[in-house]
């Protein structure tokens, strides 16, 4: 049997589990995985500058095609602390990626050793599994498992740590004899299935609720097709945006209290059954539960048994892999279809779509400062169906959800549960390194970019190109909007005069210059009617110069973005909708006036 370090045996389990680019911060006490990374090759690795960063940029690199598992590689003590928030984001959001640790010696780990940290119970709770190994022969079998419980189930990360003595202890280890563990995911009956085509049939305006489990399950096509065969319209959650093309005649907007259209919840409120599949009813989508509830029946479809009924209890639940299940709902539906068993649904479907027509938000303004709104028109323009946007949080993401457009799953990459400042850079750079063929366009607003703005240097020094659109109004818009329910503005707003840039004013910090100090190109914009300019440039900028490229858009100071407090039938529109067609000109339908 052939005799390498636990750390080799490690790397040679990645290469046959189909790892084939890593990205993390090296240190003491995770040396010698490096050291067996390095002479074992066939892994690309990307040196973050952050090892939360590199952990973002693992749940880039997962969410960016089918199959693909981001790992985080970091050293003892703070690095692994320093994932925790990347391990909470990919829980929440159920993204496998894999974080490797080093630890102090294992005759050490309880004498307070310099960095020695009980990082496995730390990561317990936003983690699948998390271990410290204490004996070498158990690493293989550990990183198996941890392959095994990625892949199996509902979908999530694992966490690793290794102490240095055990990895660099030598083990009996063939890489040539491994094989991964097959997943294991629950799959429906035809029965169940027959159940719940059943209460669809019966009822006059159902909708599909599609989540980001049918993503995961990589099965958007099978709800398409499964769409398209009962005309049921479809109402894509956040984490599940693109799986129905935004311009398909069954996309009936998205729905909620911030990330929604009007003519999605709209669509909603109408409506009598609902299909949930892959999605997990979270409460910005669903509002006050009582009126979400209220006058319609639920089939809740989901890989986890224990989601089914954990918001509120669905007339009929399925545990069920999202794929296993839409394979036979098409498959059912098909028989019935020749049958001539379904229902015709084309007048409701054709119902959605002239709230679509109807029920617009404005976006076109000549404001200098410039509004929004006018931001994210100019993108439309700009960038095309074969965009991948990434994004996070705050009032810059929910105005991008409810103006932007998306045709295809996984080109919405953003941070559903967790919602981190910061998030969006790496998680970019990530998108970008998985993808190095698809334009890749990441949305922030300033306090998100600023908050982990030096992993820019690593798409310059990485040559990993993309375009980053940042609106600035110096203030954290989302905390300021709400604060008005309070009756404060407290500590909300970033304005400061900038003895060094003196021609922004107030807006504080020149992200230009910060930009370029870390290798990238930057654009300011002042007028919205030189962004469209400005895009085309950056576009230009990125494939001369393989680096990022930031579009800074100066907004005005104080936008309220259209959100409800608590129930979606009362969001808010605080500036004047769309009247005329002039006021959206790239909706996806011409306003109906």
Same mark, same amino acid.
């Given at each position: 049997?052939?005799?390498?370090?636990?750390?080799?045996?490690?790397?040679?389990?990645?290469? !046959?589990?189909?790892?084939?680019?890593?990205?993390?911060?090296?240190?003491?006490?995770?040396?010698?995985?490096?050291? #067996?990374?390095?002479?074992?090759?066939?892994?690309?690795?990307?040196?973050?500058?952050?090892? *939360?960063?590199?952990?973002?940029?693992?749940?880039?690199?997962?969410?960016?095609?089918?199959?693909?598992?981001?790992?985080?590689?970091?050293?003892?003590?703070?690095?692994?602390?320093?994932?925790?928030?990347?391990?909470?984001?990919?829980?929440?959001?159920?993204?496998?990626?894999?974080?490797?640790?080093?630890?102090?010696?294992?005759?050490?780990?309880?004498?307070?050793?310099?960095?020695?940290?009980?990082?496995? @119970?730390?990561?317990?709770?936003?983690?699948?599994?998390?271990?410290?190994?204490?004996?070498?022969?158990? $690493?293989?079998?550990?990183?198996?498992?941890?392959?095994?419980?990625?892949?199996?189930?509902?979908?999530?990360?694992?966490?690793?740590?290794?102490?240095?003595? $055990?990895?660099?202890?030598?083990?009996?280890?063939?890489?040539?004899?491994?094989?991964?563990?097959?997943?294991?995911?629950?799959?429906?009956?035809?029965?169940?299935?027959?159940?719940?085509?059943?209460?669809?049939?019966?009822?006059?305006?159902?909708?599909?609720?599609?989540?980001?489990?049918?993503?995961?399950?990589?099965?958007?096509?099978?709800?398409?097709?499964?769409?398209?065969?009962?005309?049921?319209?479809?109402?894509?959650?956040?984490?599940?945006?693109?799986?129905?093309?935004?311009?398909?005649?069954?996309?009936?907007?998205?729905?909620?209290?911030?990330?929604?259209?009007?003519?999605?919840?709209?669509?909603?409120?109408?409506?009598?059954?609902?299909?949930?599949?892959?999605?997990?009813?979270?409460?910005?989508?669903?509002?006050?539960?009582?009126?979400?509830?209220?006058?319609?029946?639920?089939?809740?479809?989901?890989?986890?048994?224990?989601?089914?009924?954990?918001?509120?209890?669905?007339?009929?639940?399925?545990?069920?892999?999202?794929?296993?299940?839409?394979?036979?709902?098409?498959? $059912?539906?098909?028989?019935?279809?020749?049958?001539? /068993?379904?229902?015709?649904? @084309?007048?409701?479907?054709?119902?959605?779509?002239?709230?679509?027509?109807?029920?617009?938000?404005?976006?076109?303004?000549?404001?200098?400062?410039?509004?929004?709104?006018?931001?994210?028109?100019?993108?439309?323009?700009?960038?095309?169906?074969?965009? !991948?946007?990434?994004?996070?949080?705050?009032?810059?993401?929910? #105005?991008? #959800?409810?103006?932007?457009?998306?045709?295809?799953?996984?080109?919405?990459?953003?941070?559903?549960?967790?919602?981190?400042?910061?998030?969006?850079?790496?998680?970019?750079?990530?998108? #970008?390194?998985?993808?190095?063929?698809?334009?890749?366009?990441?949305?922030?607003?300033?306090?998100?970019?600023?908050?982990?703005? *030096?992993?820019?240097?690593?798409?310059?020094?990485?040559?990993?190109?993309?375009?980053?659109?940042?609106?600035?109004?110096?203030?954290?818009?989302?905390?300021?909007?709400?604060?008005?329910?309070?009756?404060?503005?407290?500590?909300?707003?970033?304005?400061?005069?900038?003895?060094?840039?003196?021609?922004?004013?107030?807006?504080?910090?020149?992200?230009? /210059? $910060?930009?370029?100090?870390?290798?990238?190109?930057?654009?300011?914009?002042?007028?919205?009617?030189?962004?469209?300019?400005?895009?085309?440039?950056?576009?230009?900028?990125?494939?001369?110069?393989?680096?990022?490229?930031?579009?800074?858009?100066?907004?005005?100071?104080?936008?309220?973005?259209?959100?409800?407090?608590?129930?979606?039938?009362?969001?808010?529109?605080?500036?004047?909708?769309?009247?005329?067609?002039?006021?959206?000109?790239?909706?996806?339908?011409?306003?109906?006036?």
């Amino acid at each position: 049997m052939p005799r390498m370090t636990a750390a080799r045996a490690a790397v040679e389990i990645l290469k !046959r589990e189909g790892i084939t680019n890593a990205f993390g911060v090296p240190g003491a006490a995770i040396n010698p995985f490096y050291a #067996a990374l390095k002479a074992a090759g066939g892994i690309d690795h990307t040196l973050a500058r952050h090892v *939360e960063g590199a952990s973002h940029m693992a749940e880039g690199y997962t969410r960016t095609n089918p199959g693909n598992i981001g790992v985080c590689i970091g050293t003892s003590g703070p690095a692994g602390t320093d994932m925790i928030t990347g391990l909470y984001s990919a829980t929440g959001d159920s993204i496998p990626i894999l974080c490797i640790t080093g630890q102090a010696p294992t005759a050490v780990i309880q004498k307070e050793d310099f960095q020695a940290v009980d990082i496995a @119970s730390i990561a317990k709770p936003v983690a699948k599994a998390a271990t410290t190994v204490m004996e070498a022969a158990q $690493v293989p079998g550990v990183f198996q498992q941890a392959f095994h419980l990625m892949r199996s189930g509902r979908p999530g990360p694992v966490l690793i740590d290794l102490p240095i003595d $055990v990895q660099l202890t030598e083990i009996d280890f063939d890489p040539d004899l491994y094989e991964p563990l097959p997943a294991f995911k629950p799959a429906a009956t035809r029965a169940q299935v027959e159940k719940a085509i059943t209460l669809l049939n019966e009822s006059e305006r159902p909708l599909i609720v599609a989540g980001g489990g049918i993503i995961n399950a990589d099965a958007s096509d099978l709800l398409l097709e499964f769409a398209e065969l009962t005309g049921t319209p479809v109402i894509p959650t956040l984490m599940g945006w693109g799986i129905v093309p935004d311009d398909h005649e069954l996309n009936a907007g998205m729905v909620g209290l911030q990330t929604s259209h009007r003519y999605g919840n709209a669509n909603f409120l109408e409506s009598d059954f609902v299909l949930g599949i892959g999605n997990r009813w979270a409460n910005r989508h669903t509002g006050k539960l009582d009126l979400y509830t209220q006058g319609r029946k639920f089939v809740h479809v989901d890989i986890e048994p224990t989601q089914i009924g954990k918001i509120f209890a669905p007339d009929y639940g399925i545990a069920s892999d999202a794929k296993a299940a839409l394979e036979l709902f098409v498959e $059912v539906a098909k028989e019935l279809k020749a049958a001539g /068993k379904l229902p015709d649904r @084309s007048d409701w479907a054709a119902s959605t779509q002239e709230r679509k027509a109807q029920l617009q938000r404005r976006t076109h303004f000549d404001n200098i400062p410039m509004k929004p709104q006018r931001v994210y028109e100019e993108m439309n323009k700009a960038f095309g169906p074969e965009t !991948r946007y990434v994004t996070t949080i705050g009032l810059s993401q929910i #105005a991008g #959800a409810q103006m932007l457009h998306v045709y295809k799953p996984r080109h919405w990459i953003n941070c559903g549960q967790a919602g981190p400042l910061g998030w969006t850079i790496p998680a970019a750079l990530g998108v #970008a390194k998985a993808d190095p063929e698809t334009p890749v366009v990441a949305l922030s607003g300033d306090y998100d970019f600023q908050f982990m703005i *030096e992993e820019l240097a690593v798409g310059a020094q990485h040559k990993i190109p993309y375009i980053h659109v940042l609106v600035n109004n110096a203030y954290l818009g989302l905390i300021r909007q709400a604060q008005r329910n309070l009756d404060i503005n407290f500590q909300v707003n970033l304005e400061f005069e900038n003895i060094n840039s003196p021609e922004l004013g107030v807006y504080g910090v020149d992200h230009v /210059k $910060v930009a370029e100090g870390l290798g990238c190109k930057a654009i300011r914009v002042t007028d919205p009617s030189e962004l469209g300019a400005a895009l085309e440039e950056a576009k230009k900028l990125a494939a001369e110069y393989r680096v990022p490229v930031v579009v800074e858009a100066i907004l005005e100071r104080i936008t309220n973005i259209s959100m409800a407090a608590a129930e979606i039938d009362k969001v808010n529109e605080w500036e004047e909708v769309a009247t005329e067609p002039g006021h959206a000109p790239t909706a996806i339908k011409p306003l109906k006036v």
